[in-house]
């Protein structure tokens, strides 16, 4: 397959993985306001779940594999200095989604935090794709 074609399948992966690291921490501040078992708090874990499940796991592996596929097809992008602060902030994108899905399973239970500690990690995603799409776009180094 054509380099750009999985460049555009990988980034249309990562829109989609992107889109549920933001949602869901938004998700989970709603859940966290609400009162445990009730209907609201029932409806909300459904809605983690799913987004969790059926949208961003699929699509975080997609963007691996399409983004693994990139580089076995330009194997001198690995060298690169900005490849790897990229990569970094990959790794770090990875532990945000595996904590979500952490924080999901707590909310699940009815151990809700703060409502300002799911506000806090509603941000983190952002940064790292600020970090990645500047490394990716600009190639700074």
């Known amino acids: 397959m054509d380099y750009q074609w ?5 980034l249309i992966a990562v829109m989609s ?13 709603y859940h966290s306001s609400v ?6 708090a029932l409806t909300f874990a459904l809605m983690e779940r799913r987004l969790l499940k059926a949208i961003m796991n699929p699509a975080m592996i997609l963007s691996y594999v ?4 990139m580089l076995h097809l330009n194997p001198g992008l690995i060298s690169l200095p900005w ?3 990229k990569l970094a902030a990959i790794v770090g994108m990875t532990y945000s989604h595996m904590l979500f899905g952490k924080m999901r399973k707590e909310l699940e239970k009815g151990h809700a935090r703060p409502t300002k ?8 995603p952002t940064l790292l794709m600020i970090i990645i799409i500047i490394m990716a776009v600009v190639e700074p180094f």
Do not use: D
Not at 66 to 69: I, K
């Open 6 to 10: 999985v460049k555009a399948l990988h």
């Open 35 to 40: 009162e445990n078992n009730g209907a609201q």
């Open 66 to 69: 399409f983004g693994l596929w």
């Open 83 to 85: 490849m790897w602060v």
């Open 117 to 124: 500690h799911y506000r806090y990690w509603n941000e983190v």
């Open 17 to 29: 993985w992107m889109a549920g690291l933001l949602y869901l921490p938004r998700l989970f501040v």
